[in-house]
């Protein structure tokens, strides 16, 4: 079974940049979907961000503009790019399958000057 292994994240200043990287354990099949999601304190776990195997990218309202999700196919590897943060961005991220398998330790992102 796939192992996700999330990284990159830390606490950056409002209107700052992370890069977020998740490598996974196995090959992961071009055609699937994946996609980084987010649990804040108190919330449900949301799909922030996903990319079919053709790139076709699709984002929550929210973070429209300011983040990019990437893939690399070869490298079993997948990004994402934030930028302009905000402190309603802080949360655990999580990178995973559209729909989800088996989570990951995620990574902590946090948002505050």
């Known amino acids: 079974q796939v192992q996700f292994v999330e990284s990159g994240g830390g606490l950056v200043q409002p209107g700052g940049s992370l890069r977020l990287s998740c490598a996974a354990s196995?090959?992961?099949?071009?055609?699937?979907?994946m996609g980084w999601y987010r649990q804040a304190p108190g919330n449900q776990r949301e799909l922030v961000a996903r990319?079919?195997?053709?790139?076709?990218?699709n984002y929550l309202d929210s973070v429209k503009g300011r983040f990019t999700i990437s893939r690399d196919n070869a490298k079993n590897t997948l990004y994402l790019q934030m930028n302009s943060l905000k402190p309603e961005d802080t949360a655990v991220y999580y990178c995973?399958?559209?729909?989800?398998?088996?989570w990951g330790q995620g990574t902590q992102v946090t948002v505050s000057s």
């Open positions: 995973n399958f559209v729909p989800a398998a088996r």
């Open positions: 196995g090959s992961i099949p071009r055609f699937y979907i």
């Open positions: 990319i079919t195997g053709s790139a076709i990218t």
